[in-house]
């Protein structure tokens, strides 16, 4: 199984900056894409924020072109999102997600961290 364990949410005033962090842990043979997603209010779905591959090739949602940042360390198997200039629209929570296997003849299985919250005071 893959563990991922997200940190860096919190309480932010419009403007500010913050930076998520997600390790995944556990048995990993590979891992492919990674990427960040929120849920804006309960019940509503998940919406892709950010995605980077094993190669580096990221995609954003068009809210946050320009502010947000997805970076890895393929190393640590761990990705990051630096957000800047928030604003209250932008307070969620945030999920991260990867796509890894646990065994060279599996296929790829989609992971999911618990959430963290961000909330962008005006």
Do not use: H
């Not at 999102?81 to 969620?92: F, G, I, R, V, Y």
């Amino acid at each position: 199984q893959v563990q991922l364990v997200e940190s860096g949410g919190g309480l932010v005033q419009a403007g500010g900056s913050l930076r998520l962090s997600c390790a995944a842990s556990g048995t990993i043979y590979r891992v492919n894409a990674m990427g960040w997603y929120r849920r804006l209010a309960p019940g509503k779905q998940r919406d892709l924020v950010a995605v980077i591959t094993s190669d580096g090739t990221t995609n954003y949602a068009d809210s946050v072109k320009g502010r947000f940042t997805i970076t890895r360390d393929n190393a640590k198997n761990t990705v990051y999102l630096q957000m800047n200039s928030l604003n209250p629209e932008d307070t969620a929570v945030y999920y991260c997600n990867a796509q890894a296997s646990t065994r060279w003849f599996e296929s790829m299985s989609n992971y999911w961290g618990q959430g963290t919250q961000v909330t962008v005071s005006s």
